[in-house]
């Protein structure tokens, strides 16, 4: 198992912090919207290299490479940061705020278990929102 070192996680974390302000910059409106938040739940059986793979898939099959993300692996969870803009034409294209994304989020990743574990190991994704600027 790899272990992250304190410069590495300082190192991660700023590219994060700075991430995460380029999106609240790139807000066009007061109360838009900047990023939705996953948790994406593994099977407690699944090997490291597992879930990693799961991660993976999930994350390129959800954003199909015009979305940008932030993921972190835990032993049973993930947490995915996404903004759901287009990193060509800052459109929408998941719909995250439209009422049942989260439905179509917990498929995917129910899909994707099921491709990959062959049919076991898939529970819940919990969606929450981070508010933009407030000034």
Not at 62 to 73: F, H, K, S
Request: proline share 1%; net charge neutral.
């Amino acid at each position: 198992m790899t272990m992250t070192t304190p410069e590495q996680l300082a190192r991660l974390r700023t590219v994060a912090s700075g991430w995460l302000s380029d999106c609240e910059g790139g807000a066009t409106r007061k109360d838009e919207r900047v990023c939705d938040t996953l948790t994406l739940t593994f099977a407690s059986d699944l090997g490291r290299e597992q879930r990693i793979e799961l991660l993976r898939a999930f994350c390129d099959d959800v954003t199909r490479g015009r979305l940008e993300y932030i993921a972190v692996l835990h032993e049973r969870d993930a947490h995915v940061i996404l903004r759901d803009r287009d990193v060509v034409t800052n459109r929408r294209v998941l719909n995250t705020s439209d009422k049942g994304s989260t439905a179509l989020l917990e498929r995917a990743w129910r899909d994707v278990v099921k491709q990959i574990t062959s049919g076991g190991g898939a529970t819940l994704v919990a969606e929450r929102s981070l508010s933009g600027p407030e000034g």
